[in-house]
């Protein structure tokens, strides 16, 4: 089992930057596909970013292509989203999600089986 702990969410005018961190704690954490995911008041829970256990493969929902990168530390047990050129439709709760059953890197939440609280990421026009 492992758990997750987001951090780095808050306010910010579009245009700008904030980087979210998840720290996670149990089993090693090289072994995790590790994914990001965000929910939109209203909405549904949908894909943002994923990363291959050694970090060296990525993937990348289309709204968010060019402007935000995912990036692993698996010496810190630590994954990270930096999000850049925010836009208001970038608000949203967003969730850190791990699994270690499958070997690729997977974008669907139900192919996740650990997942964060949330921290919460709010971008004023």
């Known amino acids: 089992q492992v758990q997750l702990v987001e951090s780095g969410g808050g306010l910010v005018q579009a245009g700008g930057s904030l980087r979210l961190s998840c720290a996670a704690s149990?089993?090693?954490?090289?072994?995790?596909?590790m994914g990001w995911f965000r929910q939109a008041p209203g909405k549904e829970r949908q894909f943002v970013a994923a990363?291959?256990?050694?970090?060296?493969?990525?993937e990348y929902a289309d709204s968010v292509k060019g402007r935000f990168t995912i990036s692993r530390d698996n010496a810190k047990n630590t994954v990270y989203l930096q999000m850049d050129n925010l836009r208001p439709e970038d608000t949203a709760v967003y969730y850190c999600?791990?699994?270690?059953?499958?070997?690729?890197?997977?974008?669907?939440?139900?192919?996740?089986?650990?997942w964060g609280q949330g921290t919460r990421v709010t971008v004023s026009s």
């Open positions: 149990g089993r090693t954490f090289s072994s995790y596909v």
């Open positions: 990363i291959s256990r050694s970090g060296g493969i990525t």
């Open positions: 999600a791990a699994d270690f059953r499958y070997g690729n890197i997977r974008v669907a939440t139900y192919e996740y089986m650990y």
